[in-house]
């Protein structure tokens, strides 16, 4: 509601207007091929595995996002999250189908908020984004992951990868092949750590979709 009785402004450079004005829409950096089959990290030609990536267990069959984890796309997602401008959510979901082929699967899921999170924002973005492109996908969206423990999850690094390891379980009946949602994609440990749950209550392909992805200097 409060969303359309605030005057509009773009959470990117503050013009008057939309929430993500066209020219801030534009900018952000598109991730295009060539991809790592594997990770979708951009790489200089196809490779199957790539430098971020290989060696890793990773129990999703490829990950896939729609635009580099910049400045502008960090204000996006932080306004987004943060102050729960939904039509943000819509945006996101729109730049995805624009960049992201729709994946082969049953149905998609999301990456779940831990309580005291969603308390707070009131929300769950990776949950708004799963349902916004489920629509634009024609597939359900069916809420399959919970958390086991308080397991949060930040940002990137090490600290990500310790905390998300068997931080989640699969809720229940399981199609054959699951998309599963996030906003962000840092260091896929938040991605592997869903799929190996889907994977275990049963789904036989599981792939990832963030809005943003964390982008290496190479
Ligand atoms: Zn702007
Ligand atoms: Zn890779």
């Given amino acids: 509601m409060l969303d359309l009785l605030l005057p509009q402004r ?3 450079c503050g013009c008057g207007g939309k929430q993500l004005c066209a020219a801030c829409r534009d900018e952000l950096p598109r991730i295009e091929p060539p991809l790592c089959a594997r990770c979708g990290a951009p790489t200089a030609w196809p490779v199957e595995r790539c430098r971020e990536c290989a060696g ?3 129990a999703f069959a490829s990950a896939r996002a729609a635009v580099g984890y910049d400045a502008a796309a960090r204000r996006l997602v932080h306004a987004w999250k943060e102050r729960g401008l939904r039509r943000l959510a819509a945006e996101a979901a729109q730049l995805v ?3 992201v082929p729709a994946p082969e699967v049953d149905a998609l899921t999301f990456v779940p908020a831990d309580r005291r ?3 707070e924002r009131g929300h769950n973005p990776a949950e708004r984004l799963a349902v916004e492109l489920a629509a634009a996908w024609e597939l359900p969206c069916l809420p399959l992951l919970e958390r086991t423990r308080g397991g949060r999850q930040r940002g990137s690094s090490a600290f990500e990868r310790r905390t998300v390891r068997g ?3 699969a809720t229940r009946g399981m199609p054959r092949r699951v998309a599963v949602v996030d906003d962000v994609y840092t260091t896929g440990a938040t991605a592997a750590a869903s799929a190996s749950a889907l994977r275990a209550a049963g ?3 599981v792939e990832a979709v963030a809005f943003a992805r964390a982008l290496r200097r190479r």
Avoid: K
Wanted: with cysteine.
């Fill in 97 to 99: 189908a624009e960049r």
């Fill in 167 to 169: 931080a989640f379980r």
């Fill in 117 to 119: 999170r969603r308390r």
């Fill in 203 to 205: 789904a036989r392909r």
């Fill in 10 to 12: 773009c959470v990117v």
């Fill in 56 to 58: 890793r267990r990773l």
